[in-house]
């Protein structure tokens, strides 16, 4: 009896690092479900971020650098951020008022980001989602609603309701970010027969549409 005891132990002590080996090499031959899904989701945070990117460079492309022209309604403007814009930013974080000109790369991105995410833009087609957030920066955000409101024939409330979201389900495409350009060419002219003053922006405002239906097409 005595001589076995040696020999159970000594089983004992080989069998415990065989045993972690076939579990790792079981765990190697398993595919993970929540690994394949955080790699999913990685790739889709990327495809974001580039959508995100290019939505911005286009934008950038018109709103670049300084305007303060006197029959601009929004006053004192730095790459399409507005100075009112930027002081409410700068208040809400509980920081000084500073002149928009000096605005940090890390705010200017910030600020993008809010339109992009409160547009719903990111989860939209790639071409509707660059219109989308093009025009929430031009126009602002109710009233980029109200633009793809008009698009998909739907009334005009400029609020991201029901209605609004069922309707993008089934022309989440193309051709409705073509019709949204459509929309804002249809108001360009609206707006200067209204106010003539505004004519002085007009071939630049059809330069920004027309290049943004190159991009969609």
Request: net charge positive; proline share 5%; aromatic share 12%.
């Amino acid at each position: 009896m005595s001589d076995n005891k040696p020999a159970q132990r000594q089983l004992k002590k080989a069998w415990k690092p065989n045993l972690l080996l076939g579990i790792l090499l079981l765990a190697l031959t398993i595919p993970l479900p929540f690994a394949r899904e955080t790699l999913a989701q990685q790739q889709a945070s990327s495809l974001q971020q580039k959508l995100f990117q290019t939505a911005l460079y286009f934008t950038l492309y018109f709103e670049g650098g300084f305007s303060n022209h006197p029959a601009d309604k929004g006053g004192r403007t730095y790459r399409g951020i507005l100075q009112t814009e930027y002081d409410a930013y700068r208040y809400r974080r509980g920081l000084p008022p500073l002149d928009v000109t000096q605005i940090s790369e890390a705010e200017l991105l910030e600020i993008y980001k809010y339109y992009w995410d409160s547009s719903l833009s990111g989860t939209m087609h790639p071409t509707l989602a660059i219109v989308m957030f093009d025009t929430a920066v031009n126009f602002g955000i109710n009233n980029s609603i109200t633009f793809l409101q008009q698009a998909l024939g739907l009334p005009q409330t400029g609020v991201f309701d029901a209605r609004t979201k069922a309707a993008l389900k089934g022309a989440n495409n193309r051709n409705t970010a073509l019709q949204m350009i459509n929309e804002r060419i249809i108001y360009r002219y609206q707006r200067v027969r209204e106010d003539p003053s505004q004519m002085a922006f007009f071939r630049g405002w059809l330069s920004r549409d027309y290049s943004l239906w190159g991009v969609c097409k």
